[in-house]
């Protein structure tokens, strides 16, 4: 099945330091999320994005909807050692509830 | 909260078992996903139901099956395990309240076919 384009696939940083991440798509989206997912558990939503141009914050993250409705970048600020795991962006093409999820990014931070 | 919870965390099965597993969710949602997750690959939908006693296919359907007799319940049977059927299976379920709504995951279900 499709698939999105999810960079960077993986990513050390310092703690303290901003990461940004995102995903593009060659379809038109009307929904986008992101999720977060710790070794060996299920993913965890963090953010939903609803409408073309749409920025949402959830504490230290920030998600947009690009305008073209075809990306969506995350942001986290000022990163902790937490934040260790991997991130997934999906998305939504159709309205038929069948997600198209990306590959993840790897987030590996460095105390 | 949403919860999503699934009936094993870690199973292991021999080849050419019937393997049952188990989803629950305590949210009265209309819709449920079962997906297997490999290195690489990302989140493969194998099945999804939007009603009790509904079913449609997704991208990866072949060897298995689903049931959904109940509202909070939807279940993933391997009717033949098979090696390349070892994988991390999650359980998603959303609600229809709005047209496209978020989906909530469960812990998940390491399967291990030897």
């Known amino acids: 099945g499709q698939q999105l384009n999810q960079s960077p696939q993986s990513m050390f940083i310092q703690e303290g330091e901003d990461v940004s991440m995102n995903c593009t798509s060659s379809?038109?989206?009307?929904?986008w999320l992101w999720y977060k997912q710790d070794p060996g558990e299920g993913p965890v939503l963090l953010i939903a994005?609803?409408?073309?141009?749409e920025l949402t914050s959830n504490g230290r993250l920030t998600a947009q909807f690009g305008i073209t409705r075809k990306d969506s970048f995350l942001n986290i600020s000022a990163s902790i050692p937490s934040d260790v795991g991997i991130y997934f962006c999906?998305?939504?093409?159709?309205?038929?509830?069948?997600?198209?999820f990306g590959t993840g990014t790897r987030l590996k931070v460095l105390a | 909260d949403v919860k999503v919870t699934q009936s094993s965390r870690y199973l292991v099965k021999r080849t050419g078992e019937k393997v049952f597993l188990e989803c629950v969710q305590d949210?009265?949602?209309?819709?449920m996903f079962w997906y297997r997750q490999d290195p690489g690959l990302g989140l493969r939908l194998i099945y999804f139901?939007?009603?009790?006693?509904?079913?449609e296919k997704g991208d990866i359907p072949e060897g298995y099956s689903v049931s959904r007799e109940k509202k909070e319940r939807f279940s993933l049977i391997l009717e033949s395990a098979s090696t390349n059927q070892t994988s991390m299976y999650l359980c998603?379920?959303?609600?229809?309240?709005?047209?496209?709504?978020?989906?909530?995951f469960g812990p998940g279900t390491r399967l291990t076919v030897l």
């Open positions: 998603a379920s959303s609600s229809e309240r709005q047209f496209t709504d978020t989906q909530y």
């Open positions: 379809s038109i989206f009307n929904t």
């Open positions: 994005l609803y409408k073309a141009g």
């Open positions: 999906a998305g939504d093409t159709s309205g038929t509830y069948k997600y198209i």
């Open positions: 949210m009265d949602h209309e819709n």
């Open positions: 139901s939007y009603d009790v006693k509904m079913k």
